[in-house]
């Protein structure tokens, strides 16, 4: 499965870093999660391997990782709209981060976390990777123009990636959090605009469906029986013997 959410406000933004994505799981018996950097935008701002801390909380802020000059034109803050009630409301002004979450069906975690079958965390990272990659093909920002508004591809995202094990009840539950900031490169322009997310939600199920076929190739590779399910998704029907 691939769900998806928009975090709007800052403070929760990195509270759910500090407090979620860096927290380690219980199968994995980890005190801490390391994050990931991952997207050709990820690069052009000089960020690679692990996640640290201050670059990742200085992207919430829409600044820039290394100098911390501001990233894109709209930065972070609140503007006034009418609500339901007729009245002014304080809303946010700025996304900053879309969380893309790749989840394997329920008998994948088992055999992963249960069985202890280590193969298939790292099937699950690289076909959550490879998901990623063509996802990125559809990163866009919006182009305005003589008074109209269009999109324009720029392909490349800045993302990070958490690996994590349970659910929030605490029962296996593998799944790869993808943080996509609001920010894109546009080399037309040349400059950090935010990103448009348009595309990215149209191709969601394209790339879970690219996700499914990776993982399901290495299952199948490892011994593992598939049954596919009419909604898209499968289930593990039998183990590989010992």
């Known amino acids: 499965m ?5 975090q709007y406000s800052l403070s929760n933004a990195e509270e759910y870093f500090k407090e979620h994505l860096q927290v380690g ?27 640290h801390t201050d670059e990742f909380l200085k992207l919430c802020r829409n600044l820039h990782p290394t100098t911390g000059e501001r990233l ?16 002014l409301h304080d809303v946010a002004n700025r996304r900053v981060f879309f969380d893309f979450t790749f989840s394997p069906p329920k008998s994948v975690s088992i055999a992963a976390l249960v069985g202890d079958d280590r193969r298939i965390l790292e099937a699950h990272d ?18 305005r123009k003589d008074g109209e508004t269009s999109y324009r591809l720029t392909c490349n995202l800045v993302g990070a990636i958490f690996r994590h094990d349970t659910s929030r009840a605490l029962d296996p539950h593998l799944h790869t959090h993808c943080i996509l900031f609001n ?9 950090w605009k935010a990103l448009e997310p348009y595309e990215l939600l149209v ?22 029986g598939i049954e596919n399910n009419p909604r898209g998704d499968f289930e593990i029907r039998w183990s590989p013997r010992n």
């Open 126 to 143: 690289k076909a959550a990777q490879v998901a990623l990659r063509q996802l990125e093909m559809y990163a866009a920002t919006r182009v």
């Open 2 to 6: 691939l769900a998806t959410k928009a």
């Open 72 to 87: 894109t034109q709209r930065h972070n803050g609140t503007r006034k709209e009418a609500g339901k009630d007729g009245n």
């Open 25 to 51: 799981d219980y199968y994995m018996e980890g005190s801490r999660v390391l994050g990931q950097w991952i997207g050709q935008g990820a690069e052009s701002l000089g960020l690679s391997g692990v996640t």
């Open 183 to 191: 920010a894109t490169r546009d080399s037309v322009e040349n400059r």
């Open 203 to 224: 191709a969601k199920k394209f790339t879970e469906q690219v996700y499914y076929h990776e993982l399901t190739m290495a299952l199948v590779r490892f011994g593992y």
